[in-house]
């Protein structure tokens, strides 16, 4: 039975950098919104990927000569591989600017000089200093920090309500497909009906569908399922980002330490067992690749040697311990010293570039359904994100997406009862994780994709009883997504790297760029148990 809960403008599922600005930017436009997260009361921002981002926020620096925003598009559209959507990109990376003064308005402290001029380093893939950073490699949990505290004021004024513990389970929609809020359940396994005009979903990443993740527990791919079940188009699944550069924790599963790649933007240099560089002579930028060259290369190095990890070697940066904070940390915690020894590192699954395709307002296709974050498929990332791109473009379209709500405040919602999901397919979580680690990963090919789908459309039908049913369900319907995609992207491109396909096709490359065509796939409704249907 669903509960009857709160009416708001806005509600938005997830407590990272786009909800919560979104969030903040709606309740200074005189809205009311309704937060939900999966965090707890006390820290409910703790586990979002938003607090576990080290590196920064690449943001042009409109005092240096050598940057502009067309440098900084033409660097984010290098690294997305023939398939970033330039005006979609060139729109977000112009209002990055603001969004960060913004940002910087509501508290945010970023590291700087004596003068007060930002720091900036470099990040694989950046042709110029441009990333800025806080608290060394803590740069996600600084956003986190004063974005909460510039939402408390809204929290006490009674603006903004927040509900921890919660777990969106339905995205609901009236007769006619519009978006009339969400049904939800808390901590207790009570279900509740939050209803408005307009939701957001900001609710992050699929990093734990695999083995091994730089994300944290809660990125099981919920708001893409969300979005598929409601109806919403999704695309460029097959574009799993994997960070080149994992601490290497054997036997470890889930959540790893990321050696942040601003570690190599200070000089540290990706080596063989013997010292040797694994990047030179692959690409022009060696070390500072686009993050998919160097992903691969250390794949490749690995396979090559037999060895299951390669080393970054950071002995030569200066003050490491103090630069890099939580990466030093990280490394310390299984007994080596990045100012010592060459730090063990393999390539785990970090970013979904692909996601809930939106417009440039977030609007995704299904009325009153908007998406931001790593959630979504603006177009910014392609097949491939430009390191530190994505607090910047969670900033952005935060902030967009509070504007349409505030256009679409008022709009009536239409009572409806909906029914909730019970039950759902799904796998087994360790199960579902390995075979995604072995059949999609740096590099993928159809036998391996296959034996995914397979596993996939064998998944029973059970009862949902816990958040961590409804997550093994999202992950089981998500995991099938993309590797359908996969397996319908018959090339290789930015971070998609089929082994039986080695080959980028210019011809379909610019065929499913296109997006006023429809390159998302949708959710058969009608089929219970699921399977992805490319559109
Ligand atoms: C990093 O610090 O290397 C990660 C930055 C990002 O994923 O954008």
């Known amino acids: 039975m669903t509960h009857d809960g709160?009416?708001?403008?806005?509600?938005?599922?997830?407590?990272?950098?786009?909800?919560?600005?979104?969030?903040?930017?709606?309740?200074?436009?005189?809205?009311?919104?309704?937060?939900?997260?999966?965090?707890?009361?006390?820290?409910?921002?703790?586990?979002?990927?938003?607090?576990?981002?080290?590196?920064?926020?690449?943001?042009?620096?409109?005092?240096?000569?050598a940057d502009?925003?067309?440098v900084h598009l033409t660097d984010t559209l290098s690294a997305g591989a023939g398939h970033t959507d330039p005006l979609a990109a060139r729109s977000i990376l112009a209002d990055g600017p603001d969004a960060v003064a913004a940002l910087i308005a509501w508290g945010a402290r970023f590291d700087a000089h004596a003068d007060g001029m930002l720091r900036r380093t470099r990040e694989g893939g950046h042709g110029v200093r441009r990333i800025i950073h806080a608290g060394g490699d803590a740069t996600g949990a600084e956003v986190e920090r004063a974005l909460w505290e510039a939402l408390r004021p809204h929290m006490v004024s009674g603006r903004v309500g927040v509900r921890?513990?919660?777990?969106?389970?339905?995205?609901?929609?009236?007769?006619?497909?519009?978006?009339?809020?969400v049904t939800a359940r808390d901590g207790t396994g009570r279900a509740v009906a939050l209803r408005a005009p307009t939701v957001l979903l900001?609710?992050?990443?699929?990093?734990?569908?695999?083995?091994?993740?730089?994300?944290?527990?809660?990125?099981?791919?919920?708001?893409?399922?969300l979005a598929l079940r409601a109806g919403a188009a999704v695309a460029d699944l097959e574009f799993v980002q994997f960070h080149p550069t994992m601490l290497h924790t054997p036997g470890a599963r889930g959540r790893r330490t990321l050696i942040s790649e601003a570690v190599r933007g200070e000089g540290a240099r990706l080596v063989d067992a013997d010292g040797v560089s694994i990047t030179e002579g692959v690409h022009p930028l060696g070390d500072l690749a686009p993050r998919d060259v160097v992903a691969h290369a250390v794949h490749t190095a690995m396979v090559a040697s037999g060895r299951d990890c390669m080393f970054l070697d950071a002995r030569d940066v200066p003050d490491v311990a103090q630069r890099f904070p939580t990466v030093t940390a990280g490394v310390r915690a299984i007994g080596l010293d990045p100012a010592v020894d060459p730090i063990p590192v393999v390539p785990g699954a970090h970013y979904l570039c692909g996601g809930v395709a939106t417009g440039d307002r977030g609007d995704t296709t299904v009325e009153g359904l908007f998406a931001a974050g790593e959630v979504a498929r603006t177009g910014l990332h392609g097949a491939?994100?430009?390191?530190?791109?994505?607090?910047?473009?969670?900033?952005?379209?935060?902030r967009r997406v509070a504007r349409a709500a505030a256009d679409r405040a008022g709009t009536p919602i239409t009572p409806t009862d909906v029914e909730m999901l019970t039950r759902a397919a799904r796998c087994d979580?360790?199960?579902?994780?390995?075979?995604?680690s072995a059949g999609a990963g740096v590099t993928r090919d159809a036998a391996g994709l296959t034996a995914v789908a397979d596993l996939v459309a064998a998944a029973k039908v059970r009862p949902l009883r816990s958040f961590s049913d409804v997550a093994d369900a999202a992950a089981t319907m998500v995991a099938g997504a993309v590797v359908a995609a996969a397996l319908r992207r018959d090339e290789s491109r930015g971070c998609h790297r089929?082994?039986?396909?080695?080959?980028?096709?210019?011809?379909?490359?610019?065929?499913?760029?296109?997006?006023?065509?429809?390159?998302?796939?949708?959710w058969d409704a009608a089929d219970p148990v699921g399977s992805p249907v490319v559109a």
Do not use: C, F
């Open 498 to 522: 089929r082994a039986d396909r080695p080959l980028t096709d210019p011809v379909s490359r610019l065929e499913w760029a296109r997006i006023d065509e429809p390159v998302g796939m949708r």
């Open 6 to 65: 709160d009416r708001a403008d806005l509600v938005v599922v997830g407590a990272g950098v786009a909800g919560l600005t979104a969030a903040i930017h709606a309740a200074e436009l005189g809205l009311t919104v309704i937060v939900t997260t999966k965090g707890s009361r006390r820290t409910p921002g703790a586990d979002t990927s938003t607090r576990y981002a080290q590196g920064g926020i690449a943001v042009v620096d409109p005092t240096d000569p």
């Open 164 to 181: 921890a513990e919660t777990m969106v389970i339905a995205v609901d929609t009236d007769l006619d497909g519009r978006a009339i809020g």
């Open 384 to 398: 491939n994100r430009l390191a530190s791109n994505s607090l910047l473009e969670g900033l952005v379209m935060g």
């Open 202 to 225: 900001a609710t992050g990443g699929i990093g734990q569908i695999y083995a091994a993740t730089t994300n944290p527990e809660g990125s099981m791919g919920d708001g893409v399922a």
């Open 68 to 70: 502009s925003i067309d």
């Open 429 to 436: 979580r360790t199960t579902l994780q390995d075979a995604m």
